[in-house]
């Protein structure tokens, strides 16, 4: 999508090494997200970012880390990929207040498989 | 805890076809809900955003309505095309600001 973009668009891997996912953003937005999507389960939220060097962990953290050192790139890293960790990674961005979020825009996916 | 659920999961129609899509949540404390369409192997593409005093927008042939109390929105497409076949999905904010709850999304397929 427009202002934000995912790299790798598609990678395998082995169990056990580690994995870099990159989200970079245009749109000088504050907030970024990570999600992962799979069947039966729908989006649920890995970690989030509400500033450079401000992070926090959503509902499926275990087995991922995140930083982020820039406004722009928010990177999610697997430390040791497992097959359960096979799915789609999207990137997400929005810009609000504390009180309001003015909505979501996505990335397009990153697909990865874990063999 | 917010909970959004979808009504009904999958929905197929023929062309032409008016038809209501239903989003249902827990907590009516929201600040927006947002409507996105997702083709298969793609990303979500954001359709309408309703902000809490809103209570509907429009876009097109689509129309979304939001009802707070009921814990409601609906999305209505006209006319439907072949191509708006794809997954639809509403979103609310959480309890937490930064964090936004995702239905389950209903699947539309509208035969030529």
């Known amino acids: 999508d427009a202002g934000i973009t995912q790299s790798p668009r598609h990678k395998v891997t082995e169990t056990g090494t580690p994995v870099t996912l990159r989200c970079h953003q245009t749109?000088?937005?504050?907030?970024m997200y990570w999600y992962r999507q799979d069947p039966g389960h729908g989006l649920r939220l890995i970690h989030y970012?509400?500033?450079?060097?401000?992070?926090d962990k959503g509902e499926v953290s275990d087995g991922y880390s995140v930083s982020r050192s820039k406004t722009e790139d928010f990177l999610l890293t697997l430390e040791s990929a497992t097959s359960s960790q096979t799915s789609v990674y999207f990137c997400?961005?929005?810009?609000?207040?504390?009180?309001?979020?003015?909505?979501?825009?996505f990335g397009s996916g990153t697909r990865l498989t874990v063999v | 805890k917010q909970e959004v659920t979808q009504i009904p999961a999958a929905l197929s129609v023929p062309e032409g076809e008016n038809l209501v899509l239903n989003c249902s949540f827990t907590?009516?404390?929201?600040?927006?809900l947002q409507w996105f369409r997702q083709d298969p192997g793609k990303g979500l593409t954001s359709l309408l955003l309703?902000?809490?005093?809103?209570r509907e927008q429009t876009s097109g042939r689509l129309n979304a309505s939001l009802d707070k109390s009921s814990g409601r929105s609906t999305l209505y497409i006209a006319a439907s095309q072949p191509g708006d076949s794809a997954t639809y999905l509403c979103?609310?904010?959480?309890?937490?600001?930064?964090?936004?709850?995702f239905g389950p999304g209903t699947s539309l397929s509208v035969i030529p």
């Open positions: 997400a961005i929005s810009e609000g207040t504390t009180q309001a979020n003015y909505g979501y825009t």
């Open positions: 749109e000088n937005h504050r907030y």
């Open positions: 970012s509400y500033g450079v060097k401000d992070t």
């Open positions: 907590d009516s404390a929201i600040y927006n």
């Open positions: 309703i902000q809490s005093s809103q």
């Open positions: 979103a609310v904010p959480g309890t937490s600001y930064d964090k936004v709850i």
